[in-house]
């Protein structure tokens, strides 16, 4: 018993020792820096991997028809043609819908009173920015804010802020030799993004802000010009001196997937506002509306793609290869089955100012805006073949006037 006793005692001591230690080690902290070296390996073989592939499968080259086999026009003499102001760069700008619509117009100032005049295209797309800033607020940040719109924006930012001509407005600082929107497109997305983050939806501030970006990098726009010592506001030079009925206009679609002749919304990203403006007519209707305002002494806004192995800048035409799809087989089924796999998309705005008819196949001049069209020997034109246009021009803006059986179904 005595023995047992002993043992106890000791065992408690023992354990008492271990649960309750006299002196605790206290551990230091240091600085490393964290490494994986095999994590390395594999991101320096999987470099290496692509960099060897990149270099046996990557080239700048981009497939295109082979344009030396088509007799087209060599020049733009060769084509009937009718008053345009002279061609002139977009520089580095998404306003293709603007440069286009505003040359349309123009032309139907010459058509209409034979006077030529020239207006300010950034103008039309200062305003025209504001107005989407302001869709932007309106819709809390749903609605696109870019570069791009469409031809029907001319006739809605005209009727809203009046016009000037180009020489009172150039949208060009001090020797700037080209447009260029890049630094004041970056700045107010930004700003308007940070507007989004922040839920501050105040249109006034908004507004207020972007005014002063666009003053910034295009100048501010006049309030009042001079017209012959006569001082007037922009919308009193609409009316009173261009004398341009804006509801003479109207723009034309052909979409094979809703009814047609009615008006329809034109479905891409450029049509921010969600504008139903657009007739819808069938294919044989949209190219006869074409061609016969073209034989009449018409000029028309048109707009479609351009990123297409049938068209070129350095060649200067447009054309749809065999191995595309044959002529014959162009029809409504063709057009929409490659608008809606998004091969045919709302790229760019031109002015078709012309026609000519070469071995029974019409082509259409084009004037354009874009850096492309200017590395031929006719820059600033193209020559769109009939094929091309049937196929990948989307819609078409022309006067009343010049389709009456077509505009009758509009009401």
Request: proline share 5%; hydrophobic share 35%.
């Amino acid at each position: 018993m005595k023995t047992f006793s002993l043992v106890l005692l000791f065992s408690l001591l023992s354990f008492c020792g271990s649960a309750f230690p006299q002196a605790a080690k206290s551990d230091s902290a240091i600085f490393v820096r964290p490494t994986n070296e095999f994590y390395d390996s594999i991101m320096t073989s999987l470099h290496n991997f692509y960099q060897r592939e990149n270099k046996t499968t990557t080239f700048n080259k981009a497939l295109s028809v082979d344009f030396s086999q088509y007799d087209a026009p060599k020049s733009v003499s060769d084509f009937k043609q009718y008053w345009h102001n002279p061609t002139i760069s977009q520089g580095n700008t998404g306003t293709c819908w603007d440069f286009s619509t505003t040359s349309f117009l123009e032309s139907e100032v010459y058509r209409l009173t034979g006077r030529k005049m020239k207006f300010s295209e950034m103008y039309t797309a200062y305003w025209e920015y504001v107005r989407k800033a302001m869709g932007y607020v309106r819709t809390r940040g749903k609605s696109k804010f870019g570069p791009g719109s469409e031809a029907n924006a001319v006739l809605i930012d005209w009727e809203k802020y009046g016009i000037v001509p180009e020489k009172d407005y150039t949208g060009m600082l001090n020797g700037q030799p080209f447009y260029d929107e890049s630094k004041l497109y970056n700045e107010m997305y930004s700003y308007l993004k940070s507007v989004k983050a922040e839920n501050a939806w105040n249109p006034a501030v908004v507004k207020s802000t972007i005014e002063a970006i666009l003053d910034h990098y295009l100048g501010t726009p006049p309030t009042e010009i001079n017209v012959d010592g006569k001082e007037m506001t922009p919308k009193q030079y609409l009316k009173d001196v261009v004398k341009l009925n804006l509801n003479n206009y109207v723009s034309l679609v052909s979409f094979s997937d809703r009814p047609y002749y009615e008006w329809t919304e034109y479905n891409v990203s450029d049509n921010w506002w969600h504008s139903k403006d657009y007739f819808n007519v069938p294919l044989n209707v949209y190219m006869d509306a074409i061609n016969h305002a073209v034989h009449s002494g018409y000029t028309m806004a048109i707009w479609g793609d351009v990123s297409e192995p049938g068209i070129y800048g350095h060649a200067g035409i447009a054309v749809i290869p065999s191995w595309d799809i044959p002529s014959k087989y162009i029809d409504a089924n063709a057009r929409i089955f490659r608008f809606y796999n998004h091969t045919t998309t709302d790229d760019h705005g031109m002015h078709l100012i012309g026609y000519t008819v070469k071995d029974g196949k019409t082509w259409y001049l084009i004037k354009d805006s874009d850096s492309e069209s200017r590395n031929n020997d006719h820059p600033g034109y193209d020559f769109f073949s009939s094929d091309y246009v049937k196929l990948k021009m989307l819609g078409i803006m022309l006067p009343k006037s010049a389709i009456p059986e077509i505009v009758k179904k509009t009401k």
